[in-house]
């Protein structure tokens, strides 16, 4: 045991001076000892030959986790089980909505779109009729004609000279206009109630007839006479 301890120290020691002289390379004595071999492995071969053999943790797949009895019978219950009828016509209700949601939907949006304009909107100069809601509520009356119109409270300060002349003649031509189809209206009122009272021998038709008022017919009259005097 003894001369075996020597000889390796001596190996050692040459393999020691030749790592000194040639760097990187293996050295004598390792080649030496790989070659021999009734030789005892050293630490460092062992520990070499385990980091070959022994697979990395990375490498290592431990065993797949086992189901539960519970969960195999739920999966198969998932698979195997039918569609309930009640369950069918869930299904269908939702789709039915969904369709119905969707005919729907463009309604709804002109709707919104309405709505939003309307807020937008901003009020007119005037009306022919009182609008609170715009605040059109002061009565005034065309310099020219006298045709009566309403107003908001800021008007005084937004129309004056010019402006106010055009924004006059912009209300009494909507004026005729408007009085204009109302006495058309009642004039094909008034020919329809004189036909049936001959076409069935009404009295009473012919009297309505007779007496039905024209009170827009008369406001056109009264237009026309103002331009004629004017």
């Known amino acids: 045991m003894r001369q075996n301890t020597g000889q390796e120290w001596r190996w050692r020691e040459e393999a020691y001076n030749d790592g000194k002289k040639q760097e990187g390379g293996p050295s004598k004595w390792q080649k030496e000892v790989k070659r021999e071999p009734g030789r005892p492995k050293t ?27 519970w969960r195999e019978e739920m999966e198969k219950h998932n698979i195997k089980r039918p569609r309930r009828p009640d369950e069918e016509e869930e299904g269908g209700a939702q789709k039915s909505a969904y369709s119905a949601f969707i005919q729907v939907l463009p309604v709804l949006i002109l709707v919104v779109v309405s709505v939003v304009a309307q807020m937008t909107a901003t009020a007119p100069a005037y009306s022919l009729q009182a609008k609170p809601s715009y605040g059109l509520t002061i009565p005034r009356e065309t310099s020219s004609r006298g045709v009566p119109y309403f107003v908001g409270q800021s008007f005084q300060n937004r129309y004056r000279g010019q402006t106010l002349v055009e924004l006059e003649r912009a209300v009494e031509k909507e004026y005729a206009e408007q009085v204009q189809a109302g006495c058309w209206k009642e004039k094909q009122q008034r020919s329809d109630l004189a036909n049936l009272a001959r076409l069935y021998g009404d009295q009473r038709l012919r009297e309505k007839a007779d007496t039905f008022k024209m009170e827009n017919c008369r406001k056109l009259s009264d237009l026309i006479g103002i331009r004629r005097g004017g």
């Open 43 to 69: 630490h460092q071969e062992r520990k070499q030959d385990a980091g070959r053999t022994s697979p990395k943790w990375w490498e290592k797949k431990g065993p797949e986790p086992k189901k539960s009895r």
